[in-house]
């Protein structure tokens, strides 16, 4: 199975997926553990994938996403976005509509607590 085909297996087979740099007890870049955090702290259930361990991996999710930059995060086989973009959306609220839409249990207070910490 080609590289491509593995990230297009896992991105169908899990409703939440991020690939990151480390894994979502132990990020290893400051933008991996940003994303994990937030998506820990809010009690979403996610598959992580350690680009670090497989380059064949790292290289084709860039591929295959058309975008240059680890971690990225996908919901029910949709990208979603990197750091920034899930950092944006978690602040405005539209992570939390985008979960509630796509099925995703998550804990809404936890999600509000975020907001208020960095109102």
């Known amino acids: 199975m080609s590289a491509q085909d593995t990230i297009k297996k896992t991105v169908t087979d899990n409703d939440v997926v991020l690939f990151m740099k ?16 937030v998506l820990n702290f809010m009690g979403v259930e996610y598959a ?11 290289a084709a999710i860039k591929d295959y996403s ?23 959306m978690t602040l405005s609220g539209e992570l939390d509509q985008l979960l509630a839409e796509k099925g ?14 960095n109102a």
Do not use: H
């Open 104 to 117: 995703v249990t998550f804990d809404k207070d936890a999600a509000e607590k975020i907001r208020e910490a």
């Open 22 to 37: 480390g894994t979502k007890t132990m990020p290893q870049c400051g933008f991996s553990s940003r994303v994990a955090g």
């Open 66 to 88: 058309d975008w240059p930059t680890i971690p990225q995060l996908y919901v029910k086989g949709e990208f979603v976005g990197g750091c920034d973009i899930v950092t944006e």
């Open 48 to 58: 992580d994938v350690n680009v670090l361990a497989d380059e064949d991996i790292r």
